[in-house]
């Protein structure tokens, strides 16, 4: 869809009610030049309530009525892995422009049919990765390619916290895996966008199950290698109890830069009384605390629509797109095949 002008306004349909969507309307806030319509949950109780909290016109528990209302610009899909591909498929079929949380897919053929569907009908699609979007990780990329640390050669990244908010994120069925995938998709996009997202070849990974009980592998590590032997290392978990852990070391022929986005935040403060809300999945509210300022921004929300937003408006391409998902997806994929087998697998793309 391209824009002619200035003035227009993105009409959005949010796809989703619970804790991405929250973050979604958080940043929206700040993103000019775009209204949410409507939002859809699975109850129409969750939707109505959604509505109200952020002051959406329409709620409903009706996908295709979603699906068909006119005036929609843009649909934004926050809805948990296992439903990604249907509903995908759905927006898809009916030509309407969409994003799409990670992980795209919970395996890469997923992310295949979900591409596949897409390119088809000739629909605009977005993959929004929060992390490439992230201010201080947006400023350590122009630090590269000003040439600063010269080539870039190994980018590892570290995302952990002490297991996901959702039900439907500890079934191996319904999420696909466990933070290897679900936090992993982060930490290899971010991976390949440092590194100009370069063929990934093959990749060596080790999941374990160290401290839930749950069928699903509660840390991991991976590591890539890519077309001309550039590497990235990939380690999370879910065993990290002191709230959200991200950090990641860029290193290049001429330096290394190191961003620490949850750690490093600029506050820090004992209390002895509740402190309410520090950050995202932080187990306690009282004694050292270190509370990380205007999270829609500092995580990449805000970054991630506002690109989304601007560029419907403006007629241009979508910086990370389902081939992006599904890359990452292949990626993934080709680790969880490794750590079942204990050698380095290929990654399986085209």
Known sequence: ????????????????A???????????????????VAV?????????AFAKKWN??????????????????????GLPTFRHQDVCLRLAEAGRSLLCTKPLGRTAAEARTMLAAVRARGV????????????????????VDRGAIGEVVMVKSREAHFGSHSPYNWDPELAGGGPLLLLGSHNVEFSRFMLDKPRAVEVFAWTGTLVHQTPLEDTAVMLIRFDGGKMA??????????????????????????????????????????????LEKAPATTGWIQPVAEEPFTYGYVGHLKHFVDA??????????????????????????????GHWEPVESS
Do not use: C
């Not at 620490?260 to 509740?274: E, Q, S, V, W, Y």
């Open 1 to 16: 869809m391209t824009r002619s002008r200035a003035t227009d306004e993105v009409s959005l349909a949010l796809l989703g």
């Open 18 to 36: 619970g804790f991405v969507a929250d973050f979604y309307m958080q940043a929206l806030a700040y993103v000019p030049h775009q209204r949410v």
């Open 40 to 48: 859809y949950s699975r109850t129409q109780e969750r939707a109505q």
């Open 56 to 77: 959406i016109p329409q709620a409903t528990d009706r996908l295709d009525d979603l699906i068909q209302l006119d005036g929609v610009d843009l649909y934004v899909v």
């Open 124 to 143: 605009r699609h977005g993959y929004p990765e929060t992390e490439v979007f992230t201010p201080a990780l947006v400023r350590a990329k122009e630090l």
């Open 233 to 278: 290392q990939v380690e999370v978990n879910w065993i990290t109890r002191h709230g959200l852990d991200l950090r990641n070391e860029i290193t290049g022929r001429e330096g290394t830069i190191y961003t620490d986005i949850t750690g490093a935040t600029g506050i820090r403060a004992f209390a002895l009384r509740d402190a309410g809300y520090v």
């Open 312 to 341: 419907l408006r403006a007629g241009a391409p979508f910086a990370e797109t389902f081939e992006d998902g599904y890359v990452v997806n292949a990626i993934i994929d080709a680790g969880y095949r490794s750590a079942r087998s």
